[in-house]
């Protein structure tokens, strides 16, 4: 588990009538990479039908809402692309015919019952103003109106001699406009001009204002049952021209066009379908293939000459949450160590120490039980909080309160020095398992000989000089030097030369005090610990001196405040200290992703609807 793993190398054989399907069964598995093996001898199995794709995308944005109504199928697709392309756009085109005087009318009556809705609104309001509605429609021939709405605050230089009554309206600006039915066109031009509408009251629209909405009541309830029947007859014709079928047949083709573009030509019949899979053993593509039935040899073999495999994490599903702050930075070369299975002691270590706590800590366990069906990463949240809750009981807080539970190790604010330093000792601990990772890299890379002459003296330097500091009178000194002669001895021998081993000197003295400045960043650990002790009290503290009710309150919110705040503060510090102090001995992130071919788009499959 402690190595990415590579993907294999897939070739599949089949007719050239059969790509695109074969493909859209192969990228429904989510475990193909398509890859070229020569990629000159590329060919693009859909040239001959690009025009005919454009023309489709451009009839999809036109009618996309009236064929999203029908189900969308595809079938076999045994037909050449060319032979699919041409007989989709015919039928569209004689659905189109029939079709198209349909959506007029239905646009039509659609319209105009939304303006008749805002009518009645506006009318609504009229009824209990001092506006005689009756007057305004008996108004003529010399006279006309018409409503508008506008955006907020929209000023409007009205030709003589126009009026203007205000309607009120929700979040926009509404007028009704009465003048010389001569001066009306000019009105309406400025409203145009100011991005507004233009309500115009039908000629049938009479009386005053409640004849007026029951007269609208009725007109909408027509319209309503209208547009009805012109939905009902274009779900008709869609049917009548087995629309479904082209139309998904058109989808598939547009995804290959966008997603894959061409194949390697194996004949004049047939294709070479070549690249990567994460299935190993190929038995998902397999059992895929043979399941659609498709004409489709399938092997998996060697890759060609200089192909660069993409890399995958192998880890168990407890594991795989874990693997965010590898991908983080790419995904492990394959001579590189896959720290996943680490990370699964180290975060919930950091993030308990910094969140010990046992009521807080079950918080973050049941609300990651709680998310876990429905996120993968909730898993996190889950083993973090067991962490917090196992450090609270060493820490003996609950919900802030230290004393209603025995502290099995300390109170951090009692013995702060000891919580600073045991990270510290964690971190010389963590970064030589760092860098005895970068010997099991170098080991997988063919460099373990140089790994051992300098890295391995380096290592030995760097815990010699940490026992010094940790326990001076036991005399590790002679194992610094011991490191520092190996380093020096190994820089020779690789360099066969003074100058080299002079420079050597250099590299040590900057990789020292990274590895100092490393061990530093621990001692944020302890101080994030101090401070989530020390906030939890304060929030105690301000508890117990409120009466009753209120003293309950301020703890309940000063915990939740804790656990949200501190929580964010305390998983980035995590973060930070695995990604920039841990992963920097030992991963650069150099492997190459594995990016499965996106699935086509999810169509019912089989016959008619």
Not at 261 to 284: F, K
Not at 435 to 463: E, I, N, P, S, T
Not at 485 to 491: D, H, K, Q, V
């Amino acid at each position: 588990m402690l190595r990415p793993v590579a993907t294999r190398w897939f070739e599949v054989l089949c007719p050239r009538r059969e790509a695109v399907r074969t493909l859209a069964e192969l990228a429904r598995t989510g475990a193909v990479e398509l890859e070229l093996r020569r990629p000159e001898a590329g060919e693009r199995l859909l040239a001959e039908i690009t025009s005919g794709l454009d023309r489709y995308q451009g009839l999809a944005r036109r009618y996309q809402r009236y064929w999203q109504r029908g189900r969308l199928r595809h079938g076999p697709l045994l037909e050449a692309p060319a032979q699919v392309m041409e007989r989709a756009l015919a039928r569209i085109a004689a659905w189109r015919r029939e079709a198209d005087p349909l959506i007029d009318q239905l646009q039509a009556s659609e319209e105009e019952l939304t303006g008749l809705r805002w009518l009645a609104q506006i009318i609504e309001q009229l009824r209990t103003s001092t506006l005689d509605f009756a007057g305004l429609t008996a108004a003529g021939p010399f006279l006309g109106s018409f409503c508008t709405i506008l955006p907020k605050h929209t000023r409007l230089d009205l030709p003589l001699p126009m009026l203007a009554r205000s309607v009120p309206w929700h979040q926009e600006d509404c007028w009704v406009l009465l003048g010389p039915r001569r001066r009306l066109e000019g009105a309406m031009a400025q409203v145009k001009a100011q991005h507004g509408r233009i309500l115009i009251r039908p000629d049938w629209l009479k009386g005053d204002a409640a004849t007026a909405l029951t007269l609208i009541q009725a007109r909408r309830a027509e319209l309503s049952e209208r547009i009805v029947e012109h939905d009902a007859a274009l779900d008709t014709l869609f049917d009548a021209y087995a629309l479904g079928d082209c139309l998904g047949d058109l989808l598939w083709l547009d995804w290959f066009s966008r997603q894959v573009g061409g194949l390697e030509p194996a004949s004049a019949n047939l294709s070479w379908i070549t690249g990567w899979t994460d299935d190993l053993d190929g038995q998902r593509i397999s059992a895929a293939l043979d399941q659609a039935g498709t004409r489709a040899l399938l092997r998996l073999t060697r890759p060609p000459p200089g192909a660069r495999p993409p890399q995958i994490l192998r880890n168990p599903g407890w594991l795989q949450p874990f693997e965010l702050f590898a991908r983080a930075l790419g995904v492990p070369g394959a001579d590189e160590a896959d720290p996943t299975p680490l990370l699964a002691l180290v975060v919930p270590l950091l993030f308990g120490y910094m969140f010990g706590d046992v009521g807080q800590g079950l918080v973050l366990m049941g609300l990651g039980l709680w998310l876990m069906r429905r996120h993968l990463l909730a898993r996190l949240l889950v083993l973090c909080g067991a962490s917090a809750t196992v450090f609270g009981l060493l820490f003996g807080s609950l919900f802030g309160i230290e004393g209603l539970i025995p502290a099995l190790w300390l109170h951090p604010l009692a013995h702060p020095l000891t919580v600073l330093l045991v990270p510290l000792v964690f971190a010389v601990g963590l970064l030589s398992v760092g860098q005895l990772l970068a010997g099991f890299g170098a080991l997988q890379a063919g460099r373990l000989g140089q790994w051992l002459a300098v890295d391995a003296g380096l290592l030995l330097l760097y815990l010699g000089l940490a026992g010094m500091l940790a326990w001076p009178e036991a005399g590790l000194g002679w194992i610094a030097l011991l490191g520092l002669g190996w380093y020096l001895g190994g820089a020779y021998w690789l360099a066969q030369r003074l100058l080299g081993a002079l420079a050597a000197v250099g590299h040590l003295a900057e990789s020292a005090l990274q590895l100092l400045t490393n061990t530093l960043s621990f001692a944020r650990v302890g101080a994030f610990a101090l401070a989530h002790a020390a906030l939890s009290v304060a929030v105690v503290t301000m508890a117990e001196a409120a009466p009753g009710w209120a003293a309950l309150l301020i703890l309940l919110l000063g915990n939740l405040v804790i656990v949200l705040l501190e929580g964010l503060v305390v998983s980035i510090q995590t973060t930070r200290l695995v990604l920039f102090e841990f992963f920097n001995r030992f991963l650069q992130g150099t492997g190459r992703v594995f990016r499965p071919l996106p699935a086509p788009p999810a169509l019912v499959s089989g016959g008619a609807s």
